[in-house]
C-alpha cells in the first residue's frame, strides 16, 4: 500500500468520525428539545403545576394510591387517586376497566382536567418493569431469595 | 480484521460456521422458549400473558442488534472500502426488519391484554415502527444501486451513509422509555441487576429470557452468514455471465473480421 492510499484512509476515518460524532450531537439535541412534547402523559405534580385548558384532550400517568379505588353506587363509574410520589389528583372512570388495573399498580388515564378533578374516557394499565412469579407474589425481596436458596 | 475481508477465507469459515449456528440456534431457542412457555412461572399480575417475552424480548434485541451491525458493516465499508463489509450490510438488513417486525407484532399481541390497547404513540412504540421504516428504506437503496462496479463507491456508497445515519435512532429507541414518559416499562434488564439476581426481574424469569436471546441470536448470525454466501454466490455467477458474453462478442467480432 503506497503512502497517498493510508493518508485517504485516515482522511476518510476522521472525516467519518467527525460527521458521526456531529449527527449523534444533532439526534440528541432533537431528542432534548422533544423531552416534554413526546411525553405520552402527564404526571399528577405536572399537572396541578400547569394545568391544561379544560376542554383539552390529554392524558394523566401515575400509580393508583392503594385504599383510594372506590365504587360509586351505579355500578360503572370509579373514583381513586393517581399519584407521581409527590401529589395526588383524584380521577372518574365510568366503563371497561383493563384487567391490569388494581390499586398501587400505574395507569394512564384520557380525558379531561376540570377544576380539580380529572374525568377518563379511558383507562390503560401501564405495566412496571418488576417481574414476579405468581408464586412470590406477597413476598418481599429477602423472602423470595430465601426461597430461592431453600429450592436449590 | 483485513484477514476476514478475503472473501475466499470469508467462504472457507462460513461454510461451516452457517449451518453449526443455525442449528445450534434451533435448538437452543425452542428449548428456552418450550421451558418458558411450558414450565416457566407465569407473572404476579399479567398472569400467562408473561410468557410472550421470550420471543418479545429477543425480537426487540435483533431489531436493535440488526442495525447496529449495518451501520458497524457501513463504516468499514466506507472508511477501509471492504468489499465484504458492503455485502454483510446487505445480507443483515431482511433478517433485521424480519425480527423488528415480529417484536411489533409480540409487543401488539401482549399491548391489548396487558394495557387494554394495541397500539399507542409513545415513545417506544414509535421509535421502533421508525425502524422499520428505516430497514424497508435501506433495503430499497441498497437493491437499486446493488449493481455498481464497487461497494463504498460511487452510488454503491448512498445505502452506506444510510446505514450510519438511521444508526441515530438505535438510542433513541433505547432511551425512550427513560427520556420520555411512556407506556412501554423501562428496561427490566440490566448487566447488574442480571449478575447480582437482585434485579427488577425474578431469576426464574431472566435465565429462559437470556436462553432465548442467546438461542435467537446464533439464529440470526447463520441467516447473516448464508445471505453473504448468497450474495458473494449471486456476484460471481453474474461475473462469469459476463465474461461468457465478453468472450462470444470478441469471437464473432473476430469471425466477422475473417470474413
Known amino acids: 500500500m503506497t503512502g497517498t492510499g493510508l493518508r485517504a484512509k485516515h482522511q476518510r476515518l476522521v472525516l467519518l468520525g467527525v460527521a458521526l460524532a456531529v449527527l449523534l450531537v444533532a439526534g440528541l ?78 395507569v394512564v388515564a384520557e380525558g379531561h382536567w376540570t377544576d380539580g378533578l380529572f374525568t377518563a374516557d379511558n383507562l390503560l394499565a401501564k405495566h412496571d418493569e418488576k417481574y414476579t412469579p405468581r408464586e412470590m407474589q406477597g413476598m418481599t425481596t429477602d423472602q423470595a431469595h430465601k426461597a430461592i436458596a431453600e429450592t436449590k | 480484521m483485513h484477514g476476514f475481508a478475503n472473501p475466499a477465507r470469508f467462504l472457507r469459515i462460513a461454510t461451516w460456521a452457517t449451518p453449526l449456528c443455525l442449528i445450534a440456534g434451533l435448538l437452543i431457542a425452542s428449548a428456552a422458549l418450550v421451558w418458558g412457555v411450558g414450565f416457566g412461572p407465569a407473572d404476579a399480575l399479567q398472569g400467562d400473558v408473561v ?51 415480529l417484536c411489533l407484532i409480540t409487543g401488539s399481541i401482549w399491548g391489548r391484554p396487558a394495557w387494554g390497547t394495541w397500539w399507542v404513540w409513545d415513545g417506544r412504540l414509535t421509535s421502533m415502527l421508525v425502524l422499520l421504516f428505516l430497514y424497508f428504506g435501506y433495503m430499497a437503496l441498497a437493491g437499486a444501486t446493488q449493481h455498481d462496479e464497487a461497494p463504498g463507491q460511487g452510488q454503491g456508497r448512498m445505502a452506506a451513509i444510510f446505514g450510519l445515519i438511521g444508526a441515530v435512532n438505535i438510542p433513541i429507541i433505547h432511551y425512550s422509555v427513560l427520556w420520555w414518559n411512556s407506556l412501554h416499562q423501562p428496561p427490566s434488564l440490566s448487566v447488574s441487576g442480571v449478575v447480582t439476581g437482585t434485579g427488577p426481574m425474578a431469576t426464574s424469569f431472566v435465565v429462559p429470557l437470556l436462553t432465548s436471546v442467546l438461542g435467537f441470536t446464533l439464529i440470526y448470525t447463520g441467516v447473516v452468514l448464508a445471505r453473504m454466501r448468497m450474495i458473494l454466490a449471486d456476484s460471481q455467477a453474474e461475473a462469469r455471465l459476463r465474461r461468457k458474453a465478453m468472450a462470444a462478442q470478441a469471437r464473432s467480432g473476430a469471425l466477422a473480421e475473417g470474413w
Open chain 2, 51 to 101: 410468557r410472550i417475552i421470550y420471543l418479545h424480548v429477543p425480537t426487540a434485541w435483533l431489531g436493535m442488534m440488526g442495525w447496529s451491525s449495518i451501520a458497524i458493516a457501513s463504516f468499514v465499508e466506507i472508511v477501509w472500502r471492504h468489499p465484504l463489509a458492503g455485502i454483510a450490510a446487505r445480507a443483515a438488513a431482511l433478517p433485521g426488519a424480519v425480527f423488528t417486525a
Open chain 1, 29 to 106: 439535541l432533537a431528542a432534548w428539545a422533544l423531552r416534554n412534547q413526546a411525553s405520552y402523559f402527564y404526571v399528577p405534580s405536572e399537572i396541578l403545576a400547569k394545568p391544561p385548558e379544560a376542554d383539552r384532550s390529554v392524558r394523566l400517568g401515575g400509580m393508583v394510591v392503594r385504599g383510594s379505588m372506590k365504587d360509586a353506587p351505579d355500578g360503572v363509574t370509579v373514583n381513586f387517586l393517581v399519584t407521581d410520589g409527590k401529589q395526588q389528583v383524584p380521577v372518574r372512570f365510568a366503563g371497561i376497566r383493563p384487567a391490569l388495573f388494581v390499586e398501587g399498580s400505574g
